[in-house]
């Protein structure tokens, strides 16, 4: 079977998404790999099917119980053989899988880094015919990373005991600091670094203003009936009664947070899995372990502590590819808030996180297109405006800044590329500091070139700088600067910078922007029958609705209208294994539509 038959078999695609098709063949060859794709991109393809392809198994080192035990359901779904080893199964749940896994019946077995180092562990490894190990949510390793965890410090192991097996480690989430540190700790090779796009052009972006958010949010919804979606809140306490409001008005919503039961949690979010509830309020506790591929929308009730973790969660909505909406409310009770937060972190992580925290700010305040600074965030060059979020459609007025780029930059070369912003704006306003003088700063070309700029507007437009990726910032450098291609072609005159006069933020907060526009999903009405169809067969079988199909296959099986199974075979997402399953039930519900419109 190639890799093309394989996607088609069982994931019902005719082709392969960017990257995917080298990274498995890569793999294939037993080679190692970093894999850096955004939320939605694929990452779980590219191991999946070397892992149907082979003979033996392929671990997968997973960091929650929702994401094995989903990640497992959807691929039984799909007719290949995988199995968790976690905490929650008995000892006679865990040595079936064992025995299963011995006799070759185990395709794909997820694992948590905590059983991975548990006793006996390895051992069993050993036993098996491994092919593949691959560390998912792999930024987790990293010490710059927003979510840094010890116990994938351990993976190291793995190099160590199996030398022989290829790694691939995945992640949605690192910049050029991040991939760096994940290379190093697990031993692989720099060239054998797979970067996708991190562009998602079906996400819609906007950021309004933090106040009357519960009446921007119903206005929203209002648009959105019967959408699922997510309201990600800073505390357990504002989850509650957001919750408690929109169940007031009639939604079907509950709250999610680290300080229910575990079994009220799992409640709660096998009913959103299931299409029971439309919206969940919740803190960050809830998602990651989320494959729900109909989210339609995100809401950030307040501002998210960093853009690793905004990515992140934005990247929930949408993931079959079909549109959906993110909004962003922000308002300085939020960054505080965060402040005091990180008041409690380990002192060496507080700079890092405190640096996080401004550049998140920075994009909620910014004028310029957010989905540039997403991508420029993450070392992405962007290749222009999205038109896609609500700077784009709402453009300010800019001005040609490219001198005072080239001035900002200018110094950034001339003093080596290690300072901090602080000192470029104090070198560009002719600060007589005692540390300037000692560094030799007041003796370069540059020294005073911005004296006319006030130091909070230098501020500013060296933010937009480093949003447009026209500079980078190295936070395991004390946080400095540094060149890229781009800054060279603007410091060759290649390429003109467009900058924005900064506004006053209170005035914009004034500004309360309506909602984006409802997405229309089937309009004739034959999608919300495909649906309630893959609803009612989902609880026949007792799995989440879009294991059966995603809402991206109804819409276009809405749209071409099958009349056999070989034109349903033919619809994106329609494998063998579903076609046998399902094909009958929903080839005679687009008939009886097509019969009833006639």
Same mark, same amino acid.
């Given at each position: ?5 394989a /996607? ?5 695609? @005719?082709r ?14 037993g ?5 850096? %794709? ?27 119980i ?6 497992? &359901?959807?691929?039984q ?33 997820? /694992? ?5 180092s ?12 491994l092919?593949?190990?691959?560390? =998912? ?22 190099r160590? $005991? ?7 480690? /995945? ?6 600091? #991040? ?8 031993? #692989? ?8 796009s991190?562009?998602r ?8 203003s933090?106040?009357?958010?519960l ?9 959105r009936?019967?959408?699922?979606g #997510?309201?990600?809140?800073? !505390? ?10 929109l169940?007031?008005?009639?939604f079907?919503?509950?709250h ?6 575990n ?14 509830? $439309?919206?969940?309020c ?6 990651l ?8 929308? #995100?809401?950030?009730? !307040?501002?998210?502590k960093?853009?690793? !973790?905004?990515? $992140? ?5 949408g993931?079959?590819?079909?549109p959906? &909406?993110?909004?962003?409310f922000?308002?300085?009770? =939020? ?5 005091? %937060? ?7 992580? $507080?700079?890092?996180? *405190? ?9 909620? +305040? ?6 540039? %600074? ?6 992405e060059?962007?290749?222009?405006d ?24 200018s ?10 912003m ?9 600060s ?10 007041d ?41 890229? &291609? ?37 309009? @004739?009405?034959l ?8 609803? +009612? ?19 276009? %099986? ?9 034109? *349903? ?7 063998e ?9 929903f ?12």
């Open positions: 079977m190639t890799k093309e038959e /996607l088609k078999k069982y994931f019902g695609y @005719d392969f998404y960017p990257l995917q098709a080298e990274i498995i063949d890569h793999v294939r060859a080679k190692s790999a970093l894999v850096l %794709m955004p939320t939605g991109g694929g990452k779980s393809v590219c191991f999946q099917i070397p892992a149907v392809m082979a003979r033996g198994v392929t671990v997968v080192i997973s960091p929650l929702a994401l094995m035990k989903d990640q497992v &359901d959807g691929l779904a799909n007719g290949i053989s995988a199995a968790f080893l976690n905490s929650t199964q008995t000892e006679e749940e865990s040595r079936d899988v064992y025995r299963r896994c011995l006799a070759g019946g185990v395709k794909l077995l997820y /694992l948590s880094p905590e059983r991975l548990a006793p006996g562990t390895p051992g069993f490894l050993r036993k098996l015919d092919t593949l190990f691959a560390v =998912d949510e792999a930024h987790c390793i990293s010490s710059w990373g927003h979510d840094f965890r010890p116990d994938y410090l351990k993976l190291s192991l793995l160590e $005991q199996f030398p022989s097996v290829p790694l691939l480690a /995945l992640t949605a989430t690192a910049d050029r600091v #991040i991939r760096r540190d994940i290379l190093r700790q697990l031993a #692989i090779p720099e060239p054998h670094a797979f970067i996708a991190f562009d052009p079906n996400l819609s972006l906007a950021v309004y933090g106040q009357k958010r009446e921007q949010i119903l206005r929203f919804l209002a648009q009936k019967q959408q699922p #997510i309201i990600y809140c800073l !505390s357990r306490k504002t989850t509650e009664n957001v919750a408690a409001r169940t007031a008005r009639g079907r919503a509950a999610y947070h680290a300080g229910m039961e079994d009220e949690r799992s409640k709660v979010q096998e009913a959103f899995i299931r299409d029971k509830l $439309q919206i969940i919740a803190t960050i506790a809830f998602g372990g989320i494959d729900k591929s109909n989210i339609r929308w #995100i809401v950030h009730y !307040s501002l998210p960093n853009i690793e !973790s905004y990515y $992140q969660e934005i990247g929930r909505a993931r079959d590819g079909a959906a &909406d993110t909004v962003l922000y308002s300085y009770a =939020d960054v505080k808030t965060h402040h005091d %937060m990180i008041r409690d972190a380990a002192p060496e992580r $507080q700079e890092l996180l *405190l640096a996080k925290l401004d550049r998140m700010k920075r994009y909620a +305040e910014a004028d310029i297109c957010r989905r540039r %600074m997403l991508l420029s965030y993450f070392n060059e962007p290749r222009g999205c038109g896609n979020c609500d700077v784009c459609k709402n453009p300010p007025q800019k001005f040609d800044g490219t001198v005072i780029a080239q001035k900002a930059l110094a950034v070369y001339r003093t080596g590329e290690n300072i901090t602080s000192t470029l704006i104090q070198i560009l306003r002719g007589h500091s005692a540390s300037l003088r000692e560094s030799g700063y003796r370069i070309k540059t020294f005073g070139a911005g004296r006319d700029i006030p130091y909070g507007i230098w501020a500013e437009y060296i933010f937009q700088l480093l949003n447009m990726g026209c500079v980078d910032i190295a936070y395991d450098e004390g946080s400095a600067l540094k060149l890229n &291609d781009l800054s060279r072609k603007i410091l060759k005159a290649e390429t003109t910078v467009m900058l924005t006069r900064p506004a006053e933020m209170e005035k914009k907060l004034d500004t309360i922007a309506a909602p984006a526009k409802a997405k229309t999903l089937g309009a @004739d009405g999608f919300e029958r495909l649906r309630a169809l893959r609803r +009612e067969l989902a609880d026949k079988l007792n799995v989440p609705a879009y294991v059966v199909f995603s809402d991206r296959t109804l819409l276009e %099986m809405a749209e071409a209208r099958p009349r056999d199974e070989a034109d *349903l075979l033919s619809v994106s997402g329609v494998g294994h579903k076609l046998a399953r399902y094909g009958k039930a080839l005679d519900a687009i008939r009886r539509h097509g019969k009833e419109e006639s």
